[in-house]
């Protein structure tokens, strides 16, 4: 009988802890309104840290670099915020002028289609097609994030205050755990990590942006601004995001001019994310972020079903972090091993620790 017990306590560790992490997901979920805002918060916090150490170098006191970084926090959030109420609003304003084109060009191409003998149903091209079905998931991120933004004064005060707390947390750590070193260690890789792809992911995500909407301003579409902010958001969601910005620019282009405008529109998105993905990405951010295509993928899944439309644009650095803390521990690193992507080749086979990534510059 004794032999069995080993088997049944690993069985029921097994399951306690599956039920333990479902309870946690589930209370997540349940509170997305509150942890949505605090991870916004925290990784606002990450990427800022830098200025704040910066200014302080400086020789500016703390409390004056704090107030300096919320100053420029609130400046940008405050315009860029603006700059998209408008642009929604226009585009909503223009919603049923865009719906009668499209009508005009769906029988247009009935009319064509049928001197061919093939007969199309314009009403169901009409409602298959409808620029405010095409554009919901884009209008729904958009939402979410306009959601967020009235909740923008109490994101800017929690990043105050963790900003405030950044510079005691290494004495705060020394004084909590028995081995602050190797703590102090585990949470800097983190933060180095997340702090370099937010910080390089960004600068391409608004690269991308300012070229999609630069391009479309010289063809003449219409709402450039806002495919480019949403070519520049969408550019943080992994795989499917760049896809996704496309498609309302590309219906755009289609309803305001003719197909051929349109597949230059898909083009130039096309041209912008390949120069971007397979040369300038992969020269800023050097191997790669470290996760499997398949794991990034599901990660976007995972997280926009758990935090909504900004857990997709976290979807990423949040699978990171996890990995990372896998990583540290002897118990989960199998985990971090599975949720690796190509440097698994260049594991270590004794010590079976993942290469820790250099920060480029």
């Known amino acids: 009988?004794?032999?069995?017990?080993?088997?049944?306590?690993?069985?029921?560790?097994?399951?306690?802890?599956?039920?333990?992490?479902?309870?946690?997901?589930?209370?997540?979920?349940?509170?997305s309104v509150i942890v949505v805002p605090f991870?916004?918060?925290?990784?606002?916090?990450?990427?800022?840290q830098p200025a704040i150490f910066w200014f302080r170098s400086k020789g500016l006191?703390?409390?004056?670099?704090?107030?300096?970084?919320?100053?420029?926090?609130?400046?940008?959030?405050?315009?860029?915020?603006?700059?998209?109420?408008?642009?929604?609003?226009?585009?909503?304003?223009?919603?049923?002028?865009?719906?009668?084109?499209?009508?005009?060009?769906?029988?247009?191409l009935t009319v064509f289609a049928a001197g061919f003998n093939i007969h199309l149903d314009t009403q169901m091209l009409q409602n298959q097609f409808d620029p405010s079905r095409l554009l919901s998931m884009s209008v729904n991120l958009l939402s979410g994030l306009g959601n967020m933004m009235t909740n923008i004064f109490i994101i800017l005060l929690i990043v105050v205050f963790m900003l405030s707390e950044a510079a005691l947390m290494p004495k705060k750590i020394a004084l909590a755990f028995p081995s602050?070193?190797?703590?102090?260690?585990?949470?800097?890789?983190?933060?180095?990590?997340?702090?370099?792809?937010?910080?390089?992911?960004?600068?391409?995500?608004?690269?991308?942006?300012?070229?999609?909407?630069?391009?479309?301003?010289?063809?003449?579409?219409?709402?450039?601004?806002?495919?480019?902010?949403?070519?520049?958001?969408?550019?943080?969601?992994?795989?499917?995001?760049?896809?996704?910005?496309?498609?309302?620019?590309?219906?755009?282009?289609?309803i305001q001019f003719n197909p051929a405008m349109a597949g230059f529109v898909a083009l130039l998105f096309l041209a912008v994310n390949v120069v971007m993905g397979n040369f300038v990405e992969p020269r800023m951010m050097g191997r790669g972020?470290?996760?499997?295509?398949?794991?990034?993928?599901?990660?976007?899944?995972?997280?926009?079903?758990?935090?909504?439309?900004?857990?997709?644009?976290?979807?990423?650095?949040?699978?990171?972090?996890?990995?990372?803390?896998?990583?540290?521990?002897?118990?989960?690193?199998?985990?971090a091993i599975l949720l690796s992507g190509d440097e698994v080749r260049h594991l270590d086979a004794e010590t079976q620790q993942l290469p820790i990534e250099k920060t480029d510059g």
């Open 61 to 108: 006191p703390p409390i004056l670099a704090t107030s300096a970084i919320f100053v420029i926090i609130l400046v940008l959030g405050s315009g860029f915020a603006g700059l998209v109420v408008n642009s929604v609003n226009e585009f909503t304003t223009n919603m049923p002028e865009y719906r009668g084109r499209l009508s005009e060009q769906f029988q247009a």
């Open 39 to 48: 991870l916004l918060a925290l990784f606002i916090a990450i990427v800022f």
């Open 289 to 335: 972020l470290g996760l499997s295509t398949l794991v990034v993928f599901l990660s976007l899944i995972f997280w926009g079903w758990l935090l909504g439309p900004v857990g997709m644009l976290l979807s990423v650095p949040l699978t990171m972090g996890v990995k990372i803390g896998f990583n540290e521990n002897p118990g989960t690193r199998w985990l």
């Open 180 to 254: 602050p070193e190797k703590k102090l260690s585990q949470m800097s890789h983190l933060l180095m990590a997340i702090n370099k792809y937010l910080a390089l992911k960004t600068v391409i995500s608004i690269l991308t942006g300012v070229l999609i909407g630069a391009g479309l301003w010289l063809m003449g579409v219409d709402h450039y601004i806002l495919w480019g902010v949403i070519a520049f958001l969408f550019n943080y969601i992994p795989n499917i995001g760049s896809i996704i910005a496309a498609v309302p620019a590309v219906l755009m282009a289609l």
């Open 1 to 31: 009988m004794s032999d069995h017990n080993p088997g049944l306590l690993t069985s029921s560790r097994f399951f306690l802890v599956a039920a333990a992490i479902m309870v946690i997901l589930a209370s997540i979920k349940a509170a």
